[in-house]
């Protein structure tokens, strides 16, 4: 057999799944990006904490903030932001800046403005609520973390959302987010998610180089 049948046989089924899965997000676009996301954020939490960290006890405490965060906001609330007020804008956006220029601009919008005005700030007061935390210790954490989970963000998400914004279909775009969000979701899980009540946890920032690394 040849190299290119065998990687014809190789891909064929991946291609099988990918044109399935696609089918079924035509159909069902808003389900399938919210269960995509939901499971996303769970398995990444799953390989953050047994992988990465080590842990022996799983904190299911933690796992289900994650595990609401991923359906709740990645899913629900970015299937909006992204396939419903984004399509609203577009007209208006291609009209000031040109359709060259549509894509950056959306990218601005979520990296600079929706990130670190409402992403940061919904994750910091789920996480605190769990931890049973005062609202205002969850905001002044949120505070002193912004700079690092901004950094941390930016290096994964302004190619990936460029991309997105000019390239993938609206009915993919959420389980394309989901797709590149399992890194982001790693680091951020191990970054913020380790509910440690030491010391050294509770007042150092983890850097974003040492909390990736595997």
């Keep these: 057999m040849s190299i290119s049948r065998i990687g014809n046989a190789v891909k064929a089924p991946f291609i099988t799944v990918f044109r399935a899965y696609n089918n079924v997000a035509m159909k069902h676009p808003f389900g399938t990006g919210v269960i995509t996301t939901g499971l996303k954020t769970s398995a990444?939490?799953?390989?953050?904490?047994?992988?990465?960290?080590?842990?022996?006890?799983?904190?299911?405490?933690?796992?289900?903030?994650?595990c609401l965060f991923?359906?709740?906001?990645?899913?629900?609330?970015?299937?909006?932001?992204?396939?419903?007020l984004f399509a609203r804008w577009r007209p208006a956006i291609t009209a000031?800046?040109?359709?060259?220029?549509?894509?950056?601009?959306?990218?601005?919008?979520?990296?600079?403005?929706?990130?670190?005005?409402?992403?940061?700030?919904?994750?910091?007061?789920?996480?605190?609520?769990?931890?049973?935390?005062?609202v205002a210790d969850t905001f002044e954490r949120y505070r002193e973390d912004l700079w690092e989970n901004l950094k941390a963000l930016w290096t994964i998400w302004v190619p990936a959302q460029l991309f997105n914004f000019s390239v993938v279909p609206f009915h993919l775009r959420i389980?394309?987010?989901?797709?590149?969000?399992?890194?982001?979701?790693?680091?951020?899980?191990?970054?913020?998610?380790?509910?440690?009540?030491?010391?050294?946890?509770?007042n150092v920032p983890v850097p974003v180089t040492t909390a990736a690394a595997p």
């Design 70 to 84: 991923g359906f709740g906001y990645l899913g629900c609330f970015q299937y909006y932001l992204y396939n419903n």
């Design 175 to 202: 389980p394309f987010v989901a797709a590149v969000s399992m890194a982001w979701t790693i680091i951020l899980s191990v970054m913020r998610g380790a509910m440690n009540k030491s010391n050294d946890d509770e």
């Design 96 to 134: 000031a800046v040109g359709a060259r220029f549509s894509a950056p601009v959306k990218v601005f919008i979520d990296q600079c403005i929706h990130h670190p005005t409402l992403y940061f700030p919904c994750f910091y007061l789920l996480k605190g609520f769990l931890e049973g935390r005062p």
């Design 44 to 66: 990444a939490d799953l390989f953050a904490q047994k992988v990465v960290e080590q842990k022996e006890d799983f904190d299911w405490r933690r796992h289900s903030m994650f």
